[in-house]
């Protein structure tokens, strides 16, 4: 679950302008860079975000109340994760070939949401055991 609430927060950031990691940081990018962010791409993260957040504030409460399973913990961590690589992944293509070199935060952020894919059980291992919730 930490690393599910982590992974929507750090989804949060990426794409909002003026953030440390975000679309327009480029140290030559023009004031207006927000502008040349395609909207499509950055509506498509807003939404992936509000969808994350939904489901990790329907698993806290559950957890809360001690209701939470072991197959919801899962979905949560898998779709958290994983909104948050599609997000940084998003951004990172904006800033084209920047975005690859380490020294602009949007690469460090692409390599911190890479790892939550794996460690904390890896997606796959997420994915058995919800199939197994639902009787695969
Ligand atoms: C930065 C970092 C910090 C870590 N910190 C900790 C820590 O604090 N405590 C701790 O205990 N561990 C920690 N780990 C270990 C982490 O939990 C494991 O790396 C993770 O569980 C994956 O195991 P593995 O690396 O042995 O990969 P493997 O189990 O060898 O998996 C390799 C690939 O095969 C896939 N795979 C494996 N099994 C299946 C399956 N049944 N079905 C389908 N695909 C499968 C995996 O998804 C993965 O893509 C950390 C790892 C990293 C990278």
Not at 50 to 74: C, F, I, N, V, Y
Request: aromatic share 6%.
């Amino acid at each position: 679950m930490s690393i599910a609430v982590n992974s929507r927060a750090a989804a949060g950031a990426p794409w909002r302008p003026r953030s440390s990691t975000s679309c327009s940081d480029r140290p030559s990018a023009p004031p207006s860079a927000p502008s040349r962010t395609p909207s499509s791409r950055l509506a498509a993260c807003a939404t992936d975000v509000e969808a994350g957040q939904s489901l990790l504030d329907r698993a806290l409460l559950a957890h809360e109340k001690g209701e939470l399973t072991p197959a919801d913990a899962a979905k949560v961590k898998l779709f958290c994760t994983e909104l948050r690589g599609r997000v940084v992944d998003r951004c990172l293509q904006l800033h084209g070939g920047y975005g690859y070199i380490l020294e602009y935060p949007i690469a460090g952020a692409y390599a911190d949401a890479r790892v939550t894919r794996i460690y904390a059980g890896s997606s796959e291992i997420m994915k058995t055991i919800i199939a197994k919730d639902i009787g695969l």
